[in-house]
Protein backbone atom coordinates (compact mmCIF):
# COMPACT_ATOMS: atom_id res chain seq x y z
CA UNK A 1 0.00 0.00 0.00
CA UNK A 2 1.30 3.71 -0.78
CA UNK A 3 0.27 7.09 0.84
CA UNK A 4 0.62 10.18 -1.36
CA UNK A 5 -0.42 13.33 0.47
CA UNK A 6 -1.67 16.62 -1.28
CA UNK A 7 -0.60 19.50 -0.15
CA UNK A 8 -3.59 21.70 -2.25
CA UNK A 9 -5.15 21.63 -5.38
CA UNK A 10 -2.38 23.71 -6.91
CA UNK A 11 0.68 21.24 -5.99
CA UNK A 12 1.54 20.06 -9.21
CA UNK A 13 0.65 22.88 -11.32
CA UNK A 14 3.47 24.75 -8.87
CA UNK A 15 6.02 22.26 -9.16
CA UNK A 16 6.11 22.15 -13.30
CA UNK A 17 7.17 23.79 -16.41
CA UNK A 18 4.24 25.85 -18.08
CA UNK A 19 4.34 22.98 -20.91
CA UNK A 20 3.94 20.64 -18.05
CA UNK A 21 1.60 22.31 -16.42
CA UNK A 22 -1.08 22.09 -19.83
CA UNK A 23 -0.80 17.64 -19.36
CA UNK A 24 -3.66 16.04 -17.52
CA UNK A 25 -1.46 14.37 -15.40
CA UNK A 26 -1.17 16.80 -13.52
CA UNK A 27 -5.10 16.84 -11.78
CA UNK A 28 -6.93 14.85 -10.03
CA UNK A 29 -9.81 16.92 -8.53
CA UNK A 30 -12.16 15.65 -11.14
CA UNK A 31 -11.96 11.93 -9.53
CA UNK A 32 -14.61 10.95 -7.37
CA UNK A 33 -13.16 8.47 -4.21
CA UNK A 34 -14.50 7.54 -0.83
CA UNK A 35 -13.31 9.87 1.90
CA UNK A 36 -12.63 9.33 5.52
CA UNK A 37 -12.83 12.46 7.76
CA UNK A 38 -11.38 11.94 10.99
CA UNK A 39 -13.49 13.33 14.26
CA UNK A 40 -12.39 17.23 14.61
CA UNK A 41 -10.42 16.73 17.99
CA UNK A 42 -8.78 13.48 17.29
CA UNK A 43 -6.05 15.57 15.00
CA UNK A 44 -5.67 17.82 18.05
CA UNK A 45 -1.78 18.87 18.53
CA UNK A 46 -1.98 19.08 21.96
CA UNK A 47 -3.86 15.97 23.05
CA UNK A 48 -1.78 13.27 24.66
CA UNK A 49 -0.52 10.74 21.96
CA UNK A 50 -0.40 8.32 25.33
CA UNK A 51 -4.55 8.17 24.69
CA UNK A 52 -3.76 8.29 21.35
CA UNK A 53 -6.36 11.26 20.27
CA UNK A 54 -4.98 11.16 16.31
CA UNK A 55 -7.77 8.05 16.02
CA UNK A 56 -10.70 7.65 18.34
CA UNK A 57 -11.18 4.08 19.58
CA UNK A 58 -13.78 3.36 17.28
CA UNK A 59 -12.19 4.70 14.26
CA UNK A 60 -9.07 1.48 13.48
CA UNK A 61 -12.12 -0.85 12.58
CA UNK A 62 -13.93 1.47 10.47
CA UNK A 63 -10.80 2.34 8.41
CA UNK A 64 -9.74 -0.94 8.21
CA UNK A 65 -13.17 -2.15 7.06
CA UNK A 66 -13.04 0.65 4.22
CA UNK A 67 -9.31 -0.59 3.69
CA UNK A 68 -9.76 -4.14 2.65
CA UNK A 69 -13.49 -3.80 1.15
CA UNK A 70 -11.53 -1.09 -1.66
CA UNK A 71 -8.95 -3.95 -1.49
CA UNK A 72 -11.59 -7.01 -2.64
CA UNK A 73 -13.33 -4.14 -5.21
CA UNK A 74 -10.32 -3.77 -7.42
CA UNK A 75 -9.58 -7.69 -6.80
CA UNK A 76 -13.00 -8.87 -8.09
CA UNK A 77 -12.40 -5.99 -11.23
CA UNK A 78 -8.74 -7.51 -12.00
CA UNK A 79 -7.16 -4.37 -10.94
CA UNK A 80 -4.32 -6.95 -9.50
CA UNK A 81 -2.21 -9.22 -11.05
CA UNK A 82 -2.47 -12.21 -8.29
CA UNK A 83 -4.45 -12.42 -5.27
CA UNK A 84 -1.80 -12.21 -2.03
CA UNK A 85 -4.38 -14.39 0.19
CA UNK A 86 -3.55 -17.12 -1.74
CA UNK A 87 0.31 -17.11 -1.33
CA UNK A 88 2.16 -19.59 0.76
CA UNK A 89 3.64 -17.60 3.91
CA UNK A 90 6.29 -19.55 6.10
CA UNK A 91 8.47 -18.80 8.97
CA UNK A 92 12.04 -18.98 8.51
CA UNK A 93 14.02 -21.28 10.06
CA UNK A 94 15.81 -19.73 12.87
CA UNK A 95 16.10 -17.16 15.97
CA UNK A 96 14.84 -14.17 13.91
CA UNK A 97 11.77 -15.69 12.35
CA UNK A 98 11.81 -14.13 9.51
CA UNK A 99 8.73 -14.84 6.90
CA UNK A 100 8.79 -15.89 3.69
CA UNK A 101 6.10 -15.41 0.82
CA UNK A 102 5.96 -17.67 -2.20
CA UNK A 103 4.33 -15.56 -5.29
CA UNK A 104 5.51 -16.55 -8.39
CA UNK A 105 4.03 -13.89 -10.53
CA UNK A 106 5.54 -11.01 -8.46
CA UNK A 107 7.56 -8.50 -10.26
CA UNK A 108 10.43 -6.91 -8.05
CA UNK A 109 11.09 -4.14 -10.78
CA UNK A 110 7.19 -2.76 -10.12
CA UNK A 111 8.67 0.52 -9.40
CA UNK A 112 10.75 1.09 -12.57
CA UNK A 113 10.71 4.05 -14.54
CA UNK A 114 6.75 4.34 -16.50
CA UNK A 115 6.74 5.67 -19.85
CA UNK A 116 6.07 9.21 -21.28
CA UNK A 117 2.36 8.55 -21.71
CA UNK A 118 2.52 7.48 -17.71
CA UNK A 119 4.26 10.52 -16.16
CA UNK A 120 4.41 14.46 -17.41
CA UNK A 121 6.76 15.22 -15.03
CA UNK A 122 10.09 13.50 -13.71
CA UNK A 123 11.77 14.71 -10.02
CA UNK A 124 12.25 12.83 -6.72
CA UNK A 125 9.47 10.89 -7.18
CA UNK A 126 6.34 9.61 -10.11
CA UNK A 127 3.37 11.70 -10.95
CA UNK A 128 0.91 9.51 -12.57
CA UNK A 129 -2.14 9.78 -14.91
CA UNK A 130 -4.59 9.76 -12.55
CA UNK A 131 -7.37 9.23 -15.33
CA UNK A 132 -5.53 6.20 -16.57
CA UNK A 133 -4.35 4.96 -12.86
CA UNK A 134 -7.39 6.16 -10.98
CA UNK A 135 -8.81 2.48 -9.92
CA UNK A 136 -5.24 2.00 -8.23
CA UNK A 137 -6.72 4.73 -5.65
CA UNK A 138 -8.50 3.52 -3.05
CA UNK A 139 -9.60 6.11 -0.97
CA UNK A 140 -8.48 9.59 0.77
CA UNK A 141 -8.46 10.64 4.43
CA UNK A 142 -8.35 14.32 5.44
CA UNK A 143 -9.39 15.93 8.60
CA UNK A 144 -13.31 16.63 9.44
CA UNK A 145 -15.36 19.74 10.86
CA UNK A 146 -17.83 17.37 12.95
CA UNK A 147 -17.36 16.14 16.41
CA UNK A 148 -17.29 12.64 15.28
CA UNK A 149 -15.54 10.80 12.56
CA UNK A 150 -17.70 10.41 9.10
CA UNK A 151 -17.18 8.20 5.73
CA UNK A 152 -18.42 9.51 2.13
CA UNK A 153 -18.90 7.12 -0.57
CA UNK A 154 -17.98 9.39 -3.28
CA UNK A 155 -16.49 12.62 -2.98
CA UNK A 156 -13.36 14.89 -5.14
CA UNK A 157 -9.91 14.85 -3.74
CA UNK A 158 -9.72 17.93 -1.06
CA UNK A 159 -6.83 19.57 -0.02
CA UNK A 160 -3.99 18.82 2.24
CA UNK A 161 -5.51 15.03 1.69
CA UNK A 162 -3.40 11.77 1.79
CA UNK A 163 -4.40 9.34 -0.96
CA UNK A 164 -4.13 5.98 -0.55
CA UNK A 165 -3.25 4.00 -3.57
CA UNK A 166 -3.21 -0.21 -3.97
CA UNK A 167 0.26 -1.25 -3.96
CA UNK A 168 1.22 -4.22 -1.07
CA UNK A 169 0.65 -6.97 1.09
CA UNK A 170 -1.63 -6.08 4.19
CA UNK A 171 0.27 -7.50 7.07
CA UNK A 172 -2.33 -8.84 10.33
CA UNK A 173 0.74 -9.50 12.63
CA UNK A 174 3.40 -7.44 13.57
CA UNK A 175 6.58 -8.28 11.36
CA UNK A 176 9.93 -9.29 12.94
CA UNK A 177 11.60 -5.94 13.41
CA UNK A 178 8.87 -4.42 15.32
CA UNK A 179 9.66 -6.95 18.56
CA UNK A 180 12.84 -6.34 18.61
CA UNK A 181 14.95 -4.21 21.62
CA UNK A 182 16.08 -0.96 21.41
CA UNK A 183 18.07 1.16 23.31
CA UNK A 184 17.17 5.12 23.46
CA UNK A 185 19.91 7.78 21.17
CA UNK A 186 17.13 11.19 22.40
CA UNK A 187 14.78 12.18 24.18
CA UNK A 188 12.77 15.38 24.52
CA UNK A 189 12.38 14.30 27.93
CA UNK A 190 8.35 15.25 27.96
CA UNK A 191 7.52 12.10 27.24
CA UNK A 192 6.76 12.56 23.77
CA UNK A 193 8.85 11.97 20.83
CA UNK A 194 12.37 9.75 21.32
CA UNK A 195 14.82 8.42 18.90
CA UNK A 196 16.05 4.44 19.19
CA UNK A 197 18.43 2.35 17.95
CA UNK A 198 17.72 -1.16 17.10
CA UNK A 199 20.01 -3.63 18.88
CA UNK A 200 20.93 -6.78 17.06
CA UNK A 201 19.01 -6.63 13.89
CA UNK A 202 20.68 -7.28 11.00
CA UNK A 203 20.31 -4.10 9.30
CA UNK A 204 21.06 -0.98 11.37
CA UNK A 205 17.96 0.99 11.66
CA UNK A 206 16.03 3.91 14.03
CA UNK A 207 13.16 3.93 15.81
CA UNK A 208 10.74 7.02 16.31
CA UNK A 209 8.14 6.65 18.66
CA UNK A 210 5.92 9.45 19.19
CA UNK A 211 3.71 9.25 22.63
CA UNK A 212 2.42 13.19 22.03
CA UNK A 213 2.31 15.55 19.06
CA UNK A 214 2.24 13.86 16.26
CA UNK A 215 1.89 16.36 13.51
CA UNK A 216 5.79 17.25 15.00
CA UNK A 217 6.59 13.60 15.04
CA UNK A 218 6.16 13.79 11.09
CA UNK A 219 7.75 17.23 10.45
CA UNK A 220 11.14 15.59 12.06
CA UNK A 221 11.13 12.36 10.25
CA UNK A 222 10.68 14.51 6.76
CA UNK A 223 12.98 16.92 7.60
CA UNK A 224 15.23 13.69 8.38
CA UNK A 225 14.27 12.00 5.30
CA UNK A 226 14.84 14.94 2.97
CA UNK A 227 18.76 15.80 4.54
CA UNK A 228 19.33 11.62 3.51
CA UNK A 229 17.85 12.31 0.07
CA UNK A 230 20.15 15.32 0.12
CA UNK A 231 23.08 13.50 0.75
CA UNK A 232 22.40 10.27 -1.68
CA UNK A 233 21.44 7.80 1.27
CA UNK A 234 19.05 5.37 0.12
CA UNK A 235 15.93 4.51 2.80
CA UNK A 236 12.79 2.67 3.61
CA UNK A 237 10.14 3.26 6.55
CA UNK A 238 7.90 1.34 8.43
CA UNK A 239 4.77 2.93 9.91
CA UNK A 240 3.93 1.03 12.98
CA UNK A 241 0.89 0.95 15.15
CA UNK A 242 -0.81 3.61 13.61
CA UNK A 243 1.84 6.06 13.94
CA UNK A 244 3.00 6.01 16.59
CA UNK A 245 6.34 3.54 15.90
CA UNK A 246 8.15 4.59 12.91
CA UNK A 247 11.25 2.37 11.61
CA UNK A 248 13.73 4.20 9.48
CA UNK A 249 16.12 2.13 6.87
CA UNK A 250 18.83 3.89 5.84
CA UNK A 251 20.79 2.05 3.49
CA UNK A 252 24.20 2.11 1.63
CA UNK A 253 24.27 4.59 -1.53
CA UNK A 254 23.81 2.34 -4.61
CA UNK A 255 27.12 0.35 -6.38
CA UNK A 256 27.04 -2.28 -8.96
CA UNK A 257 27.33 -5.11 -6.35
CA UNK A 258 24.18 -3.55 -4.56
CA UNK A 259 22.10 -2.48 -7.78
CA UNK A 260 18.98 -2.10 -5.76
CA UNK A 261 17.66 -0.84 -1.95
CA UNK A 262 15.77 -3.21 0.01
CA UNK A 263 11.94 -2.79 0.36
CA UNK A 264 10.60 -1.55 3.70
CA UNK A 265 8.87 -5.27 4.42
CA UNK A 266 12.28 -6.64 3.38
CA UNK A 267 13.95 -4.58 5.84
CA UNK A 268 11.37 -5.22 8.69
CA UNK A 269 11.93 -9.32 7.74
CA UNK A 270 9.20 -10.11 5.04
CA UNK A 271 10.62 -11.72 1.62
CA UNK A 272 9.08 -12.35 -1.70
CA UNK A 273 10.30 -15.17 -3.41
CA UNK A 274 9.17 -15.88 -7.57
CA UNK A 275 10.85 -19.58 -7.08
CA UNK A 276 9.10 -22.33 -5.58
CA UNK A 277 13.13 -23.85 -5.37
CA UNK A 278 14.55 -20.26 -3.92
CA UNK A 279 11.44 -20.44 -1.69
CA UNK A 280 11.84 -24.27 -0.51
CA UNK A 281 15.98 -23.63 0.17
CA UNK A 282 15.65 -20.06 1.50
CA UNK A 283 17.74 -20.32 5.01
CA UNK A 284 17.99 -17.40 7.44
CA UNK A 285 22.06 -17.29 6.98
CA UNK A 286 21.30 -16.26 3.72
CA UNK A 287 18.88 -13.29 4.67
CA UNK A 288 21.19 -11.99 7.04
CA UNK A 289 23.50 -11.65 4.27
CA UNK A 290 21.25 -10.24 1.78
CA UNK A 291 20.53 -7.29 4.56
CA UNK A 292 23.82 -6.79 5.52
CA UNK A 293 24.75 -6.45 1.76
CA UNK A 294 22.47 -2.88 2.26
CA UNK A 295 23.42 -1.98 5.63
CA UNK A 296 25.50 1.28 6.69
CA UNK A 297 28.65 0.48 8.00
CA UNK A 298 28.89 1.93 11.80
CA UNK A 299 30.97 4.87 10.77
CA UNK A 300 27.88 6.10 8.49
CA UNK A 301 25.48 4.86 10.94
CA UNK A 302 27.03 6.83 13.33
CA UNK A 303 26.41 10.36 10.94
CA UNK A 304 22.61 9.03 10.52
CA UNK A 305 22.47 9.32 14.07
CA UNK A 306 23.93 12.51 14.89
CA UNK A 307 21.64 13.46 11.81
CA UNK A 308 18.39 12.42 13.32
CA UNK A 309 19.46 13.76 17.12
CA UNK A 310 20.40 16.82 15.89
CA UNK A 311 17.30 17.30 13.73
CA UNK A 312 14.67 16.50 16.66
CA UNK A 313 16.55 18.61 18.84
CA UNK A 314 15.91 21.10 16.78
CA UNK A 315 12.11 20.72 15.73
CA UNK A 316 10.88 18.69 18.88
CA UNK A 317 12.19 20.37 21.72
Not at 47 to 71: H, Y
Not at 206 to 215: D, G, I, P, Q, R
Request: charged residues 20%.
Amino acid sequence: MVVKQLKDDNFLLKCATPDQAKCPQFSCGSIQIPLYCFASQSLDDSGPFGRFSCIPDDEPSTLESLLLAQWEDRMWKGIYRYDVTTSEIKIIGGRRKFLAQLNEEWNMDHLSDPDENEVCWRGDSFIFNWVKHHEELLFCVASGEKAIPELIPTAPVPNASILVLSNACYFSNPLPVEVMPVVTLWDNGLGGTRICSLIDYPIKALLFESKSNLKVSVEVLAEICSCLQGKNIPYSFLISDCGKRIFLFPQQMRTSTNSHALSSWECSGHFVFKSRNDFDQVTEEAMLKRMATVSLDEPGFQVVKQLCCSIASKLAS
